[in-house]
């Protein structure tokens, strides 16, 4: 008995498609924290759903979820810089300005602060803002993401603490009285 080599290799993108469905919620999760916005973030998914599929005709990733982290910070970012984004959220915001949601809190306003968090995740180099998304978004350890990344623990532990201070330094001058 002769097995077809083009259904065998139809049945492997279909594998491919199935693994890629158990990372649909982190990957939403991670484009809805950085977004703030369910439809972007369901957008951001299926681009990174085509991109995976596009990925895996030549192979899967070796380490799945630090590619997906690094596609879906990718595309958040370029929709970010994107014009339309930014009619898009403008609108957004025009609508919920009028609503009442009870009694402000004083302090930061938070929708301000993310904003400026975001403009300075796009400051880091890619490894940083991977490294500081998966450390602190993911709550993953240095050991995790460094095995993740297939690089050393000291070197990951570099990425960050360069992060952190790229941060710092561009947070602190309007943050830290909060």
């Known amino acids: 008995m002769t097995t077809d080599p083009g259904n065998t290799a139809e049945q492997h993108r279909a594998d491919l498609a199935t693994d890629f469905e158990r990372f649909i919620p982190l990957v939403f999760n991670w484009a809805n924290r950085l977004t703030r916005n369910h439809d972007q973030s369901m957008d951001v998914v299926q681009d990174v ?3 995976w599929n596009q990925q895996c005709r030549h192979g899967a990733p070796d380490r799945p979820e630090a590619w997906l982290r690094v596609v879906t910070t990718r595309r958040v970012f370029e929709l970010m810089r994107s014009p339309q984004l930014r009619v898009v959220n403008r609108e957004l915001d025009e609508r919920n300005a009028g609503r009442d949601d009870g009694p402000t809190r004083p302090g930061p306003d938070m929708d301000l602060l993310k904003d400026d968090v975001l403009q300075s995740l796009g400051l880091l180099t890619e490894m940083q803002r991977n ?4 450390k602190i978004m993911d709550q993953k350890t240095f050991a995790a993401i460094a ?4 690089v050393s623990i000291s070197t990951i532990k570099t990425h960050y603490l360069r992060a952190v ?3 710092r330094g561009t947070l602190s001058s309007r943050w830290k009285d909060q």
């Open 147 to 150: 095995s993740e990344c297939d």
């Open 131 to 134: 490294v500081v998304l998966a």
């Open 165 to 167: 201070r790229v941060l």
């Open 49 to 51: 759903y085509l991109k």
